[in-house]
């Protein structure tokens, strides 16, 4: 009997004509179906993937160019179609394999032999490693390296690299090319491309590029400047020790940052190592430096950060642990009438100051030394020089000895024509909200200075004449001024106005001026002194204003509620990256210690609030404030603005005394104390009602704030059980209100919004529920499967004590369509077994997704449990079926899968799973055959089969004619 097998098993009739009679015999012949067979690079290894073959048994094996080699085989598995497939892995190691080398999968199925090749490609890959360190500190370039790497010397050789930045092509002279170099069998060509450091921090987009591929990178922009922090031993280092020091570099919107240490003012060197870690919201690098005990001795160490900044800043932060000596950096700057020397960044602490005249000493006066944040001191002297009666050309000296060295800075007083604008004082502004701006045009002839003719502008407009005042001329020694005001409303003033002075006088440029504007409003810290104060004294206190991003500030003192007054004299400076604003006021111990005391600032900020900000130094006798704050469980007890800083806190729970942690007394900026303390109240199992005190004991007297428990009261929404999906296509959520009021729970009403519309109420139902000592009411909404799956947003909502609580919820969307697999046992299964199967859903985009069983085309059936897992970057959700062996054995089990996708295909996804075998072929009758007849080579084994058929057949029916008509199946 010659057959043509369908790709399954195939049912055949055979009819016997015989003089005792007729018979037939029904017989099912397997089929052949070849396996397809495919390649694949598969990290080193290289795949093949059998698929589509029948039936189950094959061989496989594995060629490197013709020289056979050993494979690792996969489990053999069958496919929803009665099909099975395979695969074997042979570990091929590619990168190393020399280009052309032949990989040959060869498949013995059904007696024949089927192969596949893959032959191996050069490998060619490119890669943008970004600018190192060492060159944006030491030249201020960003050296990029674009490396081609490749196993074939003549294809790295050849290619040609192209680089662009910002859209555009760079300077010839900006792009180098190296060699080709040999690493083992990898062959590598670098090319640099050198941007000014400013073109890299600004974000410019720069490409890489040959012919077979590209790359892209750009620096991270962050918002403010990181602080950087070192940390360093806590003990004594001796010199023979090794130190390692750490330099943290942390912002909550870290840029690219780059770092680099100095020792003792070499050049710029990296530290051992780096690394990246985030901690909460803050982004962290830490940078590594180990030195030895006698370098962190005596040497001076800095750690500095350059950032990809909003600001554009290239210069970098400094940080350095060092309390080793460290000279003083002097300059002299014009304050008014008086120059002031500001000696920074000098270790040890002592030093003298001198001041000379033209080479004639002079007596100055000094201020008091001040340590900074890095361990070394700042220290100012002001000499009373009268610049405006100086002679042009007289020199003054500020001269510093330090650590057994003198240094020296000096300054020389020029007299001639010129004019400049002085800003506006802080007293108009805070007492008239006015900016009387002064326009001073000083000359040594009278003639000139007279007869100059001063004109005004203000944002482009000329001012009204009312709002212009000039004065006469006036002499001062050889000196002669004449000074026009221009008054406007502070509100022009801090919007940033241009306002422009000019005279008629040859040569003599116009001066503008206009408001610096800042970012956020400044801090404020009054220094005072730190031991008790006579009231026959006098004392001094400076109030700090500094900002990183520091506005005009302006400047003005109260005492007890007075006129505003200027202090005695202000400065500015500058401290690493922030600026710094110094106002000085001397008052008497008496006021000191009586009086309150306080420092205004007006700023130009980006709010446009001209309210002023206020600081107080005074140390006088204050009440605590407090107030109580639930905390998680617990409940803190906030005491703030008390002085002096003695206190004692008490816990009470319904007038029972209970125990509290207190944490740590803080001093705030204005003197005043701040303390915390917390009590473990667990307050979800407390009665609504109870009754929380935190009483303070300060300066004799007693003070307390309470706090009670209010009612449990909450809400949550349950997403759509899988159930309902599949059997009513609807989506029921329930959103359950909890508490432990009856009463409230009870009256608490629920709305619904689906998208924008509020729901009927015929959608929604309520069912109350009791439960221990909480009470719950759940609200039902039924959509349908369509609207759920459209991702429109749900909210549920009730309110209490007239604040309205609500929850949303929605579908989370994926792409495409997830795959579907189903992992079953690899042995025999008794039906007296229970086993185990598991649904794997995945995807690179996984949508939220709803997962049921079916057995036998029954009712649907929840799965025992359901997992989650990330893997590499693939989304998998397991199902998890326990069914019996006979179950297994005997019926279809599919797994069912709905998901939020793109395409909004609502139709689940199956995918079934039987172990029922297919029937094996019996002996039948030969004579007459309904099939196809194929050639003869392609069915030689089936041949065999029929024969044996015959045989049987005439057997029988020697021994039996009747047993043979009657036999059928």
Request: proline share 4%; with cysteine; aromatic share 8%.
């Amino acid at each position: 009997m010659r057959v043509k097998p369908a790709r399954k098993a195939t049912n055949f009739i055979c009819e016997v004509s015989h003089p005792a009679g007729r018979g037939s015999k029904h017989t099912t012949v397997e089929g052949i179906s070849p396996p397809t067979i495919r390649l694949e690079e598969f990290g080193q290894s290289v795949m093949c993937v059998i698929e589509d073959f029948y039936p189950k048994t094959l061989s496989i094996k594995w060629k490197e160019d013709d020289r056979e080699v050993g494979g690792r085989d996969w489990k053999t598995t069958e496919n929803d179609s009665g099909f099975y497939g395979a695969v074997s892995v042979f570990e091929a190691n590619l990168t190393s394999a020399s280009p052309g080398t032949k990989y040959t999968c060869e498949v013995t199925h059904g007696g024949r032999t089927y192969t596949e090749n893959l032959s191996t490609r050069a490998q060619f890959s490119l890669k943008i490693n970004p600018p190192p360190a060492k060159e944006l500190f030491i030249n201020q370039r960003a050296v990029l390296e674009c490396v081609l790497t490749g196993d074939s010397r003549k294809e790295v050789e050849g290619a040609t690299v192209s680089w662009t930045a910002g859209g555009r092509s760079p300077a010839t002279g900006d792009v180098r090319v190296g060699g080709v170099t040999q690493a083992g069998s990898a062959f590598t060509k670098t090319s640099t491309l050198t941007l000014e450091e400013s073109v890299w921090f600004s974000g410019t987009e720069v490409i890489c590029s040959t012919s077979r591929t590209s790359e892209k990178i750009s620096v991270k922009r962050g918002g403010q400047r990181p602080s950087i922090i070192i940390y360093k031993p806590d003990k004594p280092v001796s010199d023979s020790d090794s130190v390692s020091l750490v330099c943290e570099v942390s912002s909550s919107d870290l840029a690219n940052v780059y770092v680099m240490w100095k020792v003792n003012g070499g050049q710029y060197i990296e530290g051992n190592r780096m690394t990246t870690i985030k901690n909460d919201n803050t982004l962290i690098v830490l940078s590594y430096l180990t030195v030895t005990g006698q370098q962190y001795n005596s040497a001076e160490i800095v750690c500095a950060a350059k950032d990809a900044n909003v600001q554009n800043d290239l210069q970098p932060r400094t940080s350095s642990p060092s309390k080793t000596k460290s000279p003083p950096k002097i300059h002299l700057v014009e304050s008014g009438q008086s120059i002031m020397c500001i000696i920074e960044d000098f270790y040890p602490k002592a030093l003298k100051i001198k001041w000379k005249k033209d080479d004639h000493e002079v007596r100055g006066r000094d201020w008091k030394t001040t340590e900074n944040n890095l361990g070394s001191y700042r220290a100012v002297s002001v000499l009373e020089a009268n610049l405006t009666s100086s002679s042009p050309g007289t020199k003054y000296t500020c001269e510093v000895t330090h650590g057994g060295t003198a240094y020296s800075e000096n300054l020389l007083s020029r007299a001639q024509f010129s004019l400049k604008i002085n800003p506006p004082p802080a007293k108009e502004l805070f007492i008239n909200q006015r900016a009387v701006l002064e326009c001073v045009i000083t000359g040594d002839s009278k003639k000139q200075v007279e007869g100059a003719t001063v004109s005004w502008t203000a944002g482009g407009r000329s001012p009204a004449t009312r709002d212009v005042r000039v004065g006469g001329v006036t002499q001062a020694g050889s000196a002669f001024t004449k000074t026009s005001t221009l008054t406007l409303e502070e509100s022009v003033w801090f919007s940033g106005s241009e306002v422009i002075c000019s005279t008629s006088r040859d040569k003599t440029a116009p001066e503008k001026i206009s408001v610096k504007r800042g970012g956020q409003r400044p801090s404020i810290v009054i220094y005072k002194p730190d031991k008790p104060v006579s009231d026959s004294d006098s004392v001094s206190l400076v109030c700090e204003v500094s900002s990183s991003d520091l506005a005009n500030v302006y400047v003005m003192w109260k005492v007890n509620g007075g006129q505003y007054i200027e202090g005695n004299r202000m400065t500015t400076i500058k401290n690493d990256n922030t600026l710094i604003v110094l106002s000085y006021l001397t008052v008497t111990g008496q006021q000191y210690n009586s009086a309150e005391i306080v420092c205004a600032v007006k700023d130009a900020n980006m709010q446009n609030d001209v309210q002023p900000r206020t600081s107080s130094p005074s140390k006088k006798n204050s009440p605590p404030t407090i107030r109580l704050m639930e905390f998680g469980e617990s409940i803190m007890c906030i005491i703030e603005d008390f002085y002096p800083k003695p206190l004692s806190i008490k816990w009470k729970k319904d007038d029972r005394e209970v125990q509290g942690r207190d944490w740590k007394t803080t001093e705030n900026d204005s003197g005043s104390y701040r303390k915390v303390s917390v009590l473990e109240a667990n307050r979800t199992s407390s009665k609504a009602g109870t009754k929380y005190t935190c009483e303070v004991t300060h300066d004799g007297r007693k003070n307390s704030e309470n706090l009670i428990s209010k009612a449990h009261f909450s809400l949550k929404i349950n997403p759509p059980q899988a159930k309902e999906l599949f059997i009513i296509q609807k989506a029921i959520i329930k959103c359950v209100i909890t508490g432990d009021i009856k009463k409230e729970v009870e009256g608490a009403t629920v709305s619904w919004t689906v998208g924008s519309k509020t729901q009927p109420s015929g959608a929604v139902h309520n069912l109350f529920n009791e439960t221990g000592q909480f009470f719950s009411k759940t609200s039902t909404l039924t959509l349908e499967e369509s609207n759920w799956f459209s991702g429109e947003e749900v909210m549920c909502s009730t309110s209490r004590d007239e604040i309205e609580i609500s929850e949303k919820i929605r579908v989370k969307k994926g792409g495409k369509r997830p795959s579907v697999i189903i992992y079953k046992p690899d042995k025999t299964v008794n039906d007296t077994d229970m086993v185990s199967l598991v649904c794997e859903v995945s995807s690179s985009d996984l949508t939220d997704l709803y997962v049921m069983w079916e057995v036998k085309s029954g009712q649907f059936t929840e799965g025992n449990s359901t997992t989650t897992i990330k893997k590499d970057n693939t989304l998998i959700v397991l199902s998890y079926l326990t069914v019996t062996g006979k179950q297994y054995n005997s019926e279809e089990i599919a797994c069912n899968v709905k998901d939020a996708n793109m395409e909004m295909i609502n139709t689940p996804i199956i995918h079934t799973t039987s172990m029922k075998e297919l029937p094996q072929p019996d002996p039948g009758l030969y004579i007459k055959c309904d099939g196809d007849t194929l050639e003869e080579d392609e069915f030689n084994s089936l041949w065999s089969t029929t024969s044996s058929f015959i045989f049987l057949f005439l057997f029988s029916l020697i021994y039996s004619t009747v047993l043979s008509l009657c036999k059928m199946k």
